[in-house]
């Protein structure tokens, strides 16, 4: 049988970042459902931030993040964050990550929303696919052992502590389990639960989904981020970087609207604020065509363009045959980055021994209700790393991991033979669609309680609909289909916990906007939500914000 003394799920940035610091120090694998280098993180446009210019310090850094989350990030853990960047970058460029330069031969930075300095390194609009390749390069120099498509099942736990994980190898077909004393789950987001999504389409949050039956907390669920610029339509992401390089928005009556929400910082006020400004604009009739308004990127002029934003160039010219040197781009806000996640400590530990988190799965929590731009890359290194030597002092000393029991391969086969043996009943994906639309108009940029309470009554009726599935491909081998009912089982538990989450907190906070309670409302709500599996579903209590420096006061841009 299959044993490690520390496991990760997931080959994106966190996982990878966190295997190459176990394999120092352990034995380690990493099973991974799509090959590393097809991983979100590969996505990432826009940079990384590090306060590493002269110019610029740390503490403007940690200021920036925790007005950015408005108030609600905690501060002890955004001080490491920020602190650990500049070390983090350096890394990354030494490990050969090819920055963009400045013609000093620096590591060259943008300007991005919600932040008082060009804090963003970036590689062109390709930053995440050149930090993923350095480290996908450096796991393969390490000989780091890597399980390509295998599709993690469950998170083995008992008696408090992890024993390891079920996962079917997509190849065979066939159940697999791994004993471990310790499993860092580095998952990646759940853009997929909404039907506006920059995310992957493999981006279904199972891992988080997967933390909490094994009896980790899911924290601040309910704060989803709506990036402001998504093509019309497709929702592919257009980076802020483009804001950042001079990019414009503009209303059907060819106002820059901005003004009216954000006159300091106009288009690179953080993306909440712009998200909410734009839905705004749309529904009080000021957008174009049937519900969008416009990114105008000319004044930057082709050279800049073709330099640096060469890949969202190239995207609005394939997918909306828009050519943004000469025309402006067709934008609408769309669900982007899950601030919530696993619940863990600033070495990624949760409450269940040997159990860590890391990257966009974890809450740590450093972007509380709403994150800055360049933040998550970093917060993917910087607790990946801590993660890995967290996991790594925790498996020490500790004899090999017990074998998993062959009644646990066998329970898991029944599983699975009983959804492929169903012939009545529904198939996943219009399902699927239904949760994606609900959430999206439910717990989308606005809130309220009327929408809430019809989203999560949705959900009631299509959980029902959910435990009666059906699979039309009946082969084992590769079948995605078989995949996509299991993963929508688990994304459905996270639109619950976030709709919940919106439904019971009663104010406005970040990403988190309620129409009927429009302002923050710290002396009741400046907490953590926390959801945990109990008997009959998730429940919710509260937990306290660490405050160090920065007591909460009015966020204004
Ligand atoms: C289009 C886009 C652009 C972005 N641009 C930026 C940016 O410029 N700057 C910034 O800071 N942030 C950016 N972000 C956010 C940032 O890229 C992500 O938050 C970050 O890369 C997530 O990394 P990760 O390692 O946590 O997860 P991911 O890279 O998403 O990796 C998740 C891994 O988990 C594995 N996995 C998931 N479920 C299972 C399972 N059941 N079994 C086995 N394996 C599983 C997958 O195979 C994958 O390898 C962007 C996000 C998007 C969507």
Not at 206 to 211: D, F, I, P, T, V
Not at 334 to 350: K, L, N, P, R
Not at 468 to 493: C, I, M, P, Y
């Amino acid at each position: 049988m299959l044993s490690y003394d520390v496991l990760i799920i997931g080959g994106g940035l966190a996982g990878l970042r966190a295997a190459l610091e176990v394999g120092q120090q352990a034995k380690v694998g990493v099973v991974t459902k799509v090959y590393p280098m097809r991983s979100h993180s590969v996505a990432a446009q826009g940079g990384i931030n590090a306060a590493i210019s002269e110019e610029d310090n740390t503490e403007d850094h940690i200021y920036d993040t925790v007005k950015g989350s408005d108030y609600l990030a905690d501060q002890d853990a955004v001080e490491i964050l920020c602190d650990e960047a500049p070390r983090a970058v350096y890394e990354m460029d030494q490990m050969g990550a090819l920055f963009s330069r400045t013609e000093a031969g620096r590591i060259a930075q943008r300007p991005f929303g919600g932040q008082d300095f060009p804090r963003t390194c970036y590689a062109a609009d390709k930053t995440g696919h050149i930090l993923q390749h350095t480290l996908y390069e450096q796991a393969l120099r390490h000989n780091v052992k890597v399980h390509n498509e295998w599709f993690v099942l469950e998170i083995l736990s008992d008696g408090g502590e992890v024993r390891g994980i079920v996962a079917l190898d997509t190849h065979t077909g066939k159940v697999e389990t791994i004993a471990a004393n310790a499993v860092i789950v580095c998952t990646g987001g759940y853009g997929r639960v909404f039907s506006r999504s920059t995310n992957a389409l493999i981006n279904t949050g199972e891992g988080m989904s997967l933390a909490y039956h094994a009896g980790a907390a899911l924290k601040d669920m309910e704060f989803v981020q709506f990036h402001p610029t998504t093509l019309y339509g497709s929702n592919i992401l257009i980076s802020e970087g483009a804001r950042g390089e001079g990019g414009l928005l503009f209303n059907s009556e060819g106002e820059r609207f901005m003004e009216k929400y954000a006159p300091s910082k106009m288009e690179l006020a953080p993306r909440d604020v712009v998200s909410r400004s734009m839905e705004t604009e749309i529904q009080e009739g000021r957008g174009i065509g049937d519900g969008y308004l416009h990114l105008d990127l000319t004044g930057i002029g082709a050279d800049l363009i073709g330099d640096r934003l060469p890949q969202i160039a190239e995207l609005a010219r394939t997918y909306l045959g828009v050519d943004p040197v000469t025309e402006p781009i067709p934008v609408q806000p769309g669900q982007h980055y899950s601030m919530g996640g696993i619940g863990t400590d600033v070495h990624g530990a949760t409450e269940v021994g040997g159990l860590y988190a890391a990257g966009e799965c974890a809450c740590v929590s450093v972007h509380g209700a709403n994150r800055l731009g360049g933040n998550s890359l970093l917060d993917t290194v910087v607790f990946g790393r801590r993660a890995g030597a967290a996991a790594a002092a925790y498996v020490k000393g500790r004899p090999r991991p017990a074998p998993i029991p062959d009644s646990v391969v066998q329970e898991h086969e029944n599983k699975l033979s009983a959804l492929l043996a169903a012939d009545s009943g529904e198939s996943f994906s219009p399902v699927r669609k239904e949760m994606e639309v609900a959430m999206m108009n439910g717990a989308g940029v606005y809130r309220h309680k009327d929408g809430l309470d019809k989203a999560i009554d949705q959900l009631d009726v299509i959980k029902k609909r959910a435990e009666n599935l059906t699979v039309s491909d009946k082969t084992r081998k590769f079948n995605f289909e078989l995949q996509g009912a299991l993963e929508f089982k688990h994304s459905l538990l996270l639109a619950e916990v976030i709709a919940e989450g919106a439904r019971s907190r009663e104010e406005s906070r970040g990403a988190h906007f309620r129409n009927d309670f429009p302002e923050r409302n710290d002396a009741d709500w400046l907490k953590h939500t926390i959801a945990t599996k109990g008997e009959d579903g998730p429940v919710y209590s509260t937990s306290d914000v660490s405050i160090t420096k920065h007591q909460p006061k009015k966020r204004v841009y």
